[in-house]
């Protein structure tokens, strides 16, 4: 606010002045620029307190205005952090029930991708089991060879470490097929079908004439049976000439004689025999028997052929060594058509044990562990 300063006094007459009005009105001159300045540092600083009033009052409602900004920001901050916490809280728990699911998915997967295996390796040895009576049946190789090339196909496309040693079981299995030979089985059907025949010509060891003649040969007795006077047969060429040469021909009533002692003497021949016996029951064996004991021996032969077809390899070989044994006992074994039966049921019964199919050992051994889980 304006400060009044006093009015000035009127000068008065000038009159002389002495020194101590002069060093008096110096000093009042003095005192009056003095609170001059004084008024004027007064105003300054008044003007500077108000203007620094005015800027306190300024910041001190700018203040408070941020403070209630601040209060509010610091409300909605926890707004938010209970808000941040709640949805943290419900983020915890989806989050565990997310890894509960995981977890249970993770789970359910593994069961199915060993239900899977499981599954495929019961496929598989279903299959081979399907191919080996494929295989018993045919009497070849080709359904086991396709069923492990199809079975190592599937292991192959499936990438299961747990199934390397299934496909490993197989490749061994499928090299020994491969390398494997199977006997032609309509050739020994064919061999069976020809003892079968040759049974009724066997003679038997109890038939001892008919043993006799099929050993030695008789010699041809029209003559013997034919009238005195049937003529006499030509003689070939070569014995003309002989006769020819000869001094005086051999009568005809000598040689009619001769023939007639040859028959003779083969007839007193058959009638005693002495030989050695091995088999006595065979020997006792009455005539009407006979029939029924080439029935037999045809009915082991053809119980042989059927099992051979059904691949029933120890059934054929034990019917085949029955049918032996029994040309052996029975049968003269002096004949050779008893000694070419025998031989070829031997040789038969060779052919059967290499007829006999490879099994799938180590493949069925690996897909029980497999299935087993180990």
């Known amino acids: 606010m304006p400060i009044e300063t006093p009015p000035e006094p009127v000068a008065a007459p000038a009159a002389p002045l002495s020194g101590t009005a002069a060093a008096t009105r110096a000093g009042l001159w003095l005192l009056g620029m003095l609170a001059i300045a004084g008024l004027a540092s007064s105003l300054l600083l008044w003007q500077r307190l108000s203007a620094i009033q005015e800027q306190l009052a300024r910041q001190s409602a700018d203040s ?63 299959a081979l089991r399907l191919a080996q009576q494929q295989a018993q049946l045919t009497g070849s190789l080709q359904p086991l060879i396709a069923a492990l090339r199809s079975a190592e196909q599937r292991i ?38 020809d003892l079968v025949r040759q049974a009724d010509e066997l003679p038997l060891l109890a038939d001892v004439a008919s043993a006799a003649a099929m050993r030695q040969p008789r010699p041809g007795r029209a003559g013997a049976a034919a009238p005195a006077a049937a003529a006499p047969a030509t003689p070939p060429a070569d014995t003309a000439e002989t006769a020819k040469t000869a001094a005086a021909p051999e009568p005809q009533w000598q040689r009619l004689l ?49 099992a051979l077809l059904a691949r ?31 031989s070829s049921l031997d040789q038969l019964q060779g052919h059967i044990r290499s007829a006999e199919l490879p099994q799938l050992d180590h493949s069925m051994a690996a897909l029980a562990t497999a299935a087993a889980g180990r």
């Open 312 to 342: 029933r390899m120890d059934t054929a070989r034990a019917d085949l060594q029955m049918a032996s044994a029994a040309v052996g006992k029975y049968f003269d074994p002096a004949s050779r058509r008893v000694q070419t039966m025998a």
């Open 64 to 126: 408070g205005a941020q403070a209630i900004e601040a209060r509010t920001v610091a409300r909605e901050a926890q707004d938010l952090a209970r808000e941040t916490a709640a949805r943290l809280a419900v983020a915890e728990t989806r989050v565990g029930e997310v890894a509960l699911q995981r977890g249970q998915l993770e789970e359910l997967m593994h069961s199915l991708s060993r239900t899977r295996d499981e599954n495929l390796v019961a496929d598989i040895e279903a």
């Open 156 to 193: 192959e496309r499936a990438a299961q470490p747990r199934l390397a040693p299934v496909q490993r079981a197989l490749a061994q299995d499928l090299e020994r097929l491969e390398r494997a030979s199977v006997t032609d089985t309509a050739g020994l059907l064919g061999r069976i079908d």
């Open 258 to 306: 001769g023939r007639a002692w040859e028959g003779a003497r083969e007839q007193a021949r058959g009638l005693l025999r002495v030989s050695r016996i091995d088999q006595p029951e065979a020997m006792l064996l009455a005539p009407e028997q006979a029939f029924f004991l080439r029935e037999n021996l045809k009915l082991k032969l053809l119980n042989a052929r059927l």
